[in-house]
């Protein structure tokens, strides 16, 4: 799995992405999203109704947003580090600039900001202090990584409709069945079994409410 899920990120999202450095930071694309759910059903062999937290919790993904924002983050390290006459360079100090004067009229340079606050790294912002370039992706990457995987725990126990998945899903990654289990009629029963996308009583009876959904 962790083959095929390289080949998507390097053929598929590569295109989804391009330039995203300059565009990420405006709201995404739902379509974009929409390309990778859809390969991660067919990954898992599941229904389209399946929840998307639980399609992104079973193959260890992230929603392609937070490779955008991976990728504008090192672009905005590669730009501190240009010399002052680049064009690009003087773009950036100009917006910058207008960051300060008014936010919601320079959105690339507050959307930097913002995520760096949310990872409480906003200091190498308001500074632009970045001694280590390559360590401080590292962290952001790290950090931001961590986030999501909290936000998804706290968000999963908010789902009736995933109340049985999160018994033996406590936590966000790459199952190892997907890897272990060769057979594929196996594996997808197994799948379908885990992100509740099939037809037994367990799944159908919810449905009916004439049935108490404790019972």
Request: net charge positive.
């Amino acid at each position: 799995p962790k083959l095929t899920l390289r080949l998507f990120d390097t053929l598929v999202a590569s295109v989804l992405l391009y330039g995203v450095e300059t565009w990420g930071y405006q709201k995404f694309d739902k379509i974009i999203e929409l390309v990778h759910t859809s390969f991660l059903r067919r990954f898992l062999r599941v229904r389209k109704s399946t929840p998307l937290l639980a399609l992104y919790g079973e193959s260890g993904r992230l929603p392609l947003l937070y490779s955008g924002k991976f990728r504008i983050l090192r672009y905005w390290t590669k730009l501190l580090y240009l010399p002052e006459n680049r064009y690009v360079k003087v773009v950036y100090k100009d917006a910058l600039d207008l960051f300060h004067a008014k936010p919601e009229y320079s959105p690339w340079c507050s959307f930097i900001f913002k995520v760096l606050n949310q990872i409480s790294m906003h200091g190498h912002f308001e500074f632009h202090s970045i001694p280590d370039p390559n360590e401080f992706y590292k962290v952001a990457i790290t950090r931001l990584f961590e986030k999501y995987k909290k936000d998804w725990k706290t968000e999963i126990l908010t789902l009736t409709s995933l109340d049985s998945y999160i018994k033996f899903k406590p936590n966000h990654g790459l199952e190892v069945y997907l890897s272990s289990v060769t057979d594929k009629r196996h594996l997808a029963a197994l799948s379908r079994f885990r992100l509740r996308s099939h037809n037994l009583a367990i799944e159908t009876g919810r449905h009916n409410r004439r049935i108490p959904r404790e019972q």
